[in-house]
Each structure stands twice: as C-alpha cells, then as structure tokens.
C-alpha cells in the first residue's frame, strides 16, 4: 500500500513536471502579456532575468518584475540616446529604459516593430545580465544583428556571450 503510494505520487509528479511546463510557456507566448522575471541569488553572485529569449508577435507587451529581494535592477535596451551604448534594436523602434526597479516593482513595455532586441540591466550588464527579444515580421524580415549601429559603445564580452542565439530564439520561442 505505502509502496504503492509512493509510485503513484512520483509518476504524477513527473508527469506534472514533464507536461506542464510547454503548456504553461505556450499559454505565456500567446498572452497580451508577456512576464520576465528579474532575479538573482542572495548576496548577487548571480543575476538573470528569465526567460532571457522570447519571440513574441507585434503588440504584445512584455512586464518585468523584480523578484530579486535583495536587488534593484532595470531593462535597459542598446541604443546611443541611452548611455552611449551602441544601437542593438531596429532602426525605426523606440528606445526604452525601465529605471531603477525595486523588489517587487513592475515596467512594461509593447513592441510593434519587428526585429531583434537586445537589452541588459544597468548595474548587472558586467555581470552579464542581458536579454534578447524577437519580434516576429514577415518572411522579409532580417534578424541579423549589425553590431556597432549608431557608433556607440557595444557590450562588454560577457554580455556578448549571455545573449542567445538567435537561431535557438527562433527556434525555440523561448529561451529560459
Ligand atoms: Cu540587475
């Protein structure tokens, strides 16, 4: 009997962890909102926003939320109007920057150009906190990036190295 149990409540278990999770990434894709979590492990050894890839379709509107108790943290694109940085969204979007965050504390933001965009957290972009967004055209549209648009600065290496790829972003939807 208890051993019996036991299976029960563990093959639920998997099948919970197994099945839920693309149905509920799938449910967040199609939403009007999309959320981004902003976290980070305590003492800030580690910072992320999650997921850190999404393809979403134009109109849809993305939150991030502060859910990193012992940290502030923005969104913050690329862009030369926006600290110097170097233009890493499409030519004709508009620029945004959250501010400063703190726990618990939400910004949103509604996406209508296509194309690729890329962002990061003010005082986390060393730490490599950084984020891609897509934002699906037609079959002409161009999701190559240009780095070194607009002359300003571009991201540090580790920056680099934490956006995904476009490719897997594509592919995937969603990148955690
Ligand atoms: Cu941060």
Partial sequence: MNVLRR???LSSGLMISGMAAPALW???LAADVIDISMGGTTGGAHV???PSGLLIQPGQTLRWTNHDAGNS???TVYHPDLYGKQQRIPENATPWDSGF???EQSFSVTLTV???YDYYCLPHEHAGMVGRIIV???SSTQYVQEPGRGGGRPPPEIALRSFPPIATILKEKIVE
Wanted: glycine share 10%.
């Fill in 26 to 28: 799938r449910r967040a």
């Fill in 101 to 103: 965050l703190l726990p």
């Fill in 136 to 138: 699906e055209g037609d």
């Fill in 7 to 9: 299976h029960f409540v």
């Fill in 48 to 50: 992320w926003f999650r």
């Fill in 73 to 75: 943290h923005t969104a």
């Fill in 114 to 116: 296509p194309g690729v």
